[in-house]
């Protein structure tokens, strides 16, 4: 099929599966993770806990590292409702970065007009019955999946699913919200069950969520900026800082490259001279991961 998924240009029209091979290279075997868990610093790691009502909304609960060793933090895992996540995948841990970087080549050379100038990575290790919520990232992304099964949801990249006003609050670091979800788009929703060994990429900014299908799952995410991503992403600020002065700035989807650009270069300005501050207070962590406690999720100990 050849449809397009998204308003804004780009080489990669829908979600699509390539084949990888990380993990014939060990990257995902539980003596791995735990030493990699031992050793990589507590100031990169992002514990989540999601719940979800009838309707879909989510809520979350933020976790700290806590003492647990590599092995026992790897168990709370596998046994609860965690989603862990590891920061700059290509400084802590380089060998895989390298890898899956000679990976992202072959995912890149399959888009002609496709260049990335700019590429990091998350590993992110979750329970069985882990869920992501609606969200969408302001980057490409390869998702390469390691381990376990998950379903993924990629909606389309239009003003009813991905609301430019939104897009600016996220990109602008003005909200901690999610886009607005309701359960209505789940009939829009192009969904894929990826397997270890496949790795998915989608439009530039498509809204996406995820199901873990009862298994632990481990997936390296990897996004990456192009030169109209880093143009659009800047456009969005500086039409944040417009707004938030009462202005009402036009849509980057009716703006051509000159257009974006010059707002690209103004948001350069505007972020060296803080035109607006983040409204991102850091999170109050609310447990710490525990074996056999429900969700996986203990009390904090101080
Ligand atoms: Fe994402």
């Known amino acids: 099929m050849s449809e397009r998924r998204t308003r804004y240009a780009g080489p990669i029209a829908r979600a699509g599966v390539h084949p990888h091979s990380l993990i014939a290279q060990g990257f995902a075997e539980d003596a791995a993770l735990a030493d990699l868990l031992d050793r990589y610093p507590a100031e990169l790691f992002d514990i989540n806990l999601y719940d979800y009502d009838d309707e879909g909304q989510v809520s979350l609960r933020t976790g700290a590292r806590g003492r647990l060793n590599g092995a026992q933090l790897l168990e709370a895992i596998q046994q609860g409702r965690l989603w862990v996540n590891l920061r700059d995948v290509e400084t802590g841990w380089p060998e895989l970065w390298a890898a899956a970087m000679a990976e992202f080549k072959t995912v890149?050379?399959?888009?002609?007009?496709?260049?990335?100038?700019?590429?990091?990575?998350?590993?992110?290790?979750?329970?069985?019955?882990?869920?992501?919520?609606?969200?969408?990232?302001?980057?490409?992304?390869?998702?390469?999946?390691?381990?376990?099964?998950?379903?993924?949801?990629?909606?389309?990249?239009?003003?009813?699913?991905?609301?430019?006003?939104?897009?600016?609050?996220?990109?602008?670091?003005?909200?901690?919200?999610?886009?607005?979800?309701?359960?209505?788009?789940?009939?829009?929703?192009?969904?894929?069950?990826?397997?270890?060994?496949?790795?998915?990429?989608?439009?530039?900014?498509?809204?996406?969520?995820?199901?873990?299908?009862?298994r632990f799952c481990v997936s390296l995410s990897m996004d990456f900026q192009t030169w109209p991503s880093r143009f659009r992403n800047g456009a969005l600020y500086t039409n944040a800082v417009l707004r938030s002065r009462g202005g009402s700035p036009r849509q980057t989807d009716r703006m051509g490259q000159g257009e974006l650009a010059l707002r690209w270069a103004a948001s350069l300005a505007l972020k060296r001279t803080g035109a607006l501050k983040s409204r991102i207070a850091a999170y109050e962590r609310q447990f710490e991961p525990e074996v056999g406690a429900t969700d996986g999720a203990g009390a904090l100990k101080t």
């Open 108 to 214: 890149e050379a399959g888009y002609p007009g496709l260049k990335a100038v700019k590429n990091a990575g998350q590993l992110i290790l979750s329970s069985p019955k882990a869920r992501v919520p609606y969200h969408f990232d302001a980057a490409g992304v390869v998702l390469f999946h390691l381990r376990g099964r998950k379903r993924i949801f990629v909606y389309p990249g239009d003003e009813g699913h991905l609301p430019e006003r939104d897009m600016e609050q996220v990109v602008a670091r003005q909200t901690t919200e999610e886009l607005p979800y309701t359960l209505a788009f789940e009939d829009d929703a192009q969904v894929v069950d990826l397997e270890p060994g496949q790795a998915l990429t989608w439009p530039l900014y498509a809204p996406h969520r995820v199901e873990n299908l009862d």
